[in-house]
């Protein structure tokens, strides 16, 4: 009896080696940098699957590359495995602009500007206070605090160059304003609220 127990306990952990392909494994090629087209041929070669799971945006990279991979290359993994991929976003993500118009100086906006991630372009001087930021260009249109512009683009900061416009105080006709009207001795009616 006891060596027929003996007998089923080695069937059944050679069964679950074969079952389970023990001490059969494939390492996981590097494929970063590659498309995910080219990594996905590769993996076939080798018997594995992958997916692409998550995005990030390294602007330095080109779109579409994969960045990371896990289980990461050189691991050993089973014939028939998934390897999950991250790769570089196709599109540049979009960032609001931070709200500098109008109540910021120069040195304010282009620290706000720098620290969201856009760059500086030329500076757009108007009539004001001088080194005051009056507006965000980008591509020529005016922007508004909050609107969305592809991240690290380049923005026009409009500032002021110290001259300012008034209108002169006697450029307004008011000769005939001046004039009080004549209250007419006739009136019999009272106009008064009292």
């Not at 856009?118 to 249109?141: A, H, I, N, P």
Request: glycine share 8%.
């Amino acid at each position: 009896m006891v060596i027929v127990v003996i007998g089923l306990l080695f069937v059944t952990l050679k069964g679950l080696d074969v079952y389970t392909r023990h001490g059969e494994a494939v390492v996981v090629p590097d494929v970063k940098g590659m498309t995910v087209d080219e990594a996905t041929r590769m993996f076939r070669n080798h018997g594995i699957n992958c997916v692409v799971s998550d995005s990030n945006y390294v602007k330095n990279k080109s779109a579409g590359i994969i960045l990371e991979l896990s289980p990461a290359a050189g691991q050993k993994v089973k014939e028939g495995r998934v390897i999950y991929l991250t790769i570089n976003t196709l599109n540049i993500p979009l960032r609001p602009i931070p709200d500098v118009a109008d109540n910021s100086s120069v040195r304010q906006a282009q620290a706000k500007i720098l620290a969201a991630g856009f760059k500086l372009g030329e500076m757009q001087t108007v009539s004001g206070e001088k080194d005051w930021v009056y507006g965000v260009k980008y591509q020529g249109r005016q922007l508004m605090a909050g609107d969305k512009v592809p991240l690290g683009a380049s923005l026009t900061l409009m500032i002021g160059n110290g001259t300012t416009e008034f209108l002169e105080e006697d450029s307004v006709d008011t000769s005939a304003t001046d004039e009080k009207p004549v209250a007419s001795e006739t009136a019999t009616e009272d106009n008064s609220w009292f």
